[in-house]
């Protein structure tokens, strides 16, 4: 088990136990197995909290929450967590490099999202109800060419330029 600060985003930490899922947000740390931290890491959402650094030199302590007890001391018996909104609408952005969705950002969305999303990019219908499951679609939508320029309103952006010195 190692300790992972959370730099980027909102982890979802899962209880072995009771399969209730914490939000986790930046800056808060958590205690997860040695493989969920390495993939936590190599997706720059986490980094690796080193135990023998000396302390953060502010006066309050970090935030260190454990799975499955963020809520249990919250008043009137409910979990604190309900009802409070985490960072991700439904606006969030989809990553694009070298002109193609990447599979991870696109395996964030729900199933219904991605097929909308396909159909959106003219993918066949035929071809989105071949996919058995989220990845497939995912690697189907990372397939198409997206470009990145379009702004979607039909407008060219403003050609900005240097002016001379206000006077």
């Known amino acids: 088990m190692k300790k992972v ?35 936590l890491v ?6 690796y909290v ?15 929450i454990p799975i499955g007890g963020a809520g249990k001391d919250a008043p009137d018996g409910e979990d604190s967590a309900e009802g409070q909104e985490n960072g991700c609408g439904d606006d969030e952005a989809l990553d694009i490099v070298d002109g193609h969705f990447t599979v991870e950002s696109l395996m964030a969305l729900e199933r219904k999202d991605m097929d909308t999303l396909a159909a959106d990019l003219s993918i066949e219908a035929a071809a989105i109800k071949k996919c058995k499951n989220k990845t497939e679609l995912a690697e189907l939508i990372a397939a198409v060419e997206i470009d990145e320029g379009n702004t979607g309103d039909g407008e060219q952006p403003p050609t900005l330029g240097t002016e001379g010195p206000v006077e």
Do not use: L
Request: negative net charge.
């Open 5 to 39: 600060k959370i730099i980027n985003g909102v982890y979802g930490a899962r209880d072995n136990k009771t399969s209730r899922v914490t939000p986790v947000s930046i800056g808060g740390t958590v205690e997860v197995s040695d493989e969920e931290a390495a993939r």
């Open 50 to 64: 080193d135990e023998a650094s000396p302390a953060n030199g502010v006066a309050t302590p970090p935030v260190t």
């Open 42 to 47: 190599g997706f720059k959402v986490a980094a």
